[in-house]
């Protein structure tokens, strides 16, 4: 049944060889647990929780969807590698110090999903952000404090002091 | 290689000719779910994400038709162009799951998994789309009616791979609306898209029925008594003529009773909305 496989991905910038995979093997599975990159969570496996969030060209997708196989030749972007030097990114900031981290599961899902709303619009209105995250679920938070972190971030790149 | 990524069309009918048992992937949305859980184990896999007429789409005034590719994703009909065009089309891809799965599920495999739920279904549907299929010998285009023959079941032959739809355009109001047990991330319990082209009505029905139901009888009972005519009154009766043409059953997102009721709430809703009342 299992074909063993060789195939390499770009993820942050960096070609990664696979071997030795399946090739039913989701993107998500592959980034835990043959490239030893586990921010990007698995919850559900079917869509529904988008931990596993990353950017494939730039498209915010569940990497439990994509088979891993078929992402040869695509720019791969993970919640490791949004600044090069491994540091916060100021939507990682926003989070901490506005208390939108509890248990943490959703935190890189979501933090993925907070750059790419904030990389294609820079205003959004409460509406464009809650349908920008409704891909996105929280069992701690009750999303308030992700809103207002959200919101942060907002006012901090348009240099409006928070 | 058990995966293949053709960059071409040919290629990929070719693939498809010397590999019958490989699965056809787009997206993944609906396959990866079935491979994650250990309901499909593919062998082979040919991936369709590289074929660049499967990406296009285009509206072609002169013929009266929107072309678009089997891989464009809900989130290219979401917006722009498209959307104007095609605005049921687009309220309906706005309905899908979430951000992440309308940037990768496609209409080419909401077409091939063919569920009575699909939300672009009832819109192909409402407005008479044909569907162009193609193997490594011949093409063919079925209308909607023909390529949809029962819940997951659809009319493509084992060697052929849906390229894409063309949809005429139609020159009136055009909307979809669909009830789910909440607004994000939710497949439908009972969905409507109706359209009105050349003053008459048309109306197509999600989840009520091993396929898509179109309302023929509703059609032409509304469509006698003329749109200019429609008031609240005839809109309620009009739920009724659409509830007695579906066919709902009960299982895990709702009863049949439900679903029957909520049909006409739907469409007389849109009813009212196309004649602006
Ligand atoms: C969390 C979640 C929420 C969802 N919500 C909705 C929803 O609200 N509404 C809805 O309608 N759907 C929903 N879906 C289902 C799915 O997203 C859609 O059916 C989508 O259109 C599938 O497209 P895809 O490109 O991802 O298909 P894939 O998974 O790639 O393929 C689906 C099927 O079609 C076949 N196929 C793919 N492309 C072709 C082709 N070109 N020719 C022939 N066969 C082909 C595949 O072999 C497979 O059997 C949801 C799925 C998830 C995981
Ligand atoms: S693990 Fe991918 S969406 Fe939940
Ligand atoms: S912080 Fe626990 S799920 Fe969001």
Known sequence: MSELEHY???????????????????????????????????????????????????????????????????????????????????????????????????TPGLVMAVHHLLDHNDSPNEQEIKEALSGNICRCTGYGRIFAAVDTVISVRKGVSS | MPIFIPSSLTEATQLLSKNPDAHLLTGGTDMMVEVNFNHRHPDTVIALRNIPEFQRWNIDTASGLVHIGSSVPYATMEHGDLAKALPALAEAARTVGSPQIRAAGSIGGNLGTCSPAGDSLPVLAALDAVVHLQSESSRRSVSFAEFMVGPKRNSRLPNEIITGVSIPITNGWQGYAKVGVRNAMVISVASVCLAIHDNKVRVALGSLGPTIIRCTESENWINSIGLANIDHSLAKEFADHVRAESRPIDDHRSTAEYRRHAVGVLAARLLLRGVQK
């Open chain 1, 8 to 106: 390499s991905l770009t993820v942050n910038g960096v070609e990664r060889q696979v071997s030795d995979a399946w090739i039913g093997e989701s993107l998500l599975y592959v980034l835990r647990e043959r490239l030893g990159l586990p921010g990007s969570k698995g919850a559900c496996e079917q869509g529904e929780c988008g931990s596993c969030t990353v950017f494939v060209d730039n498209a915010a997708v569940c990497s439990c969807l994509v088979m891993a196989a078929t992402a040869v030749g695509t720019q791969i972007a993970t919640v490791e590698g949004l600044n090069d030097d491994g540091s916060l990114t100021d939507v990682q900031e926003a989070f901490i110090t506005e208390g939108a981290v509890q248990c943490g599961f959703c």
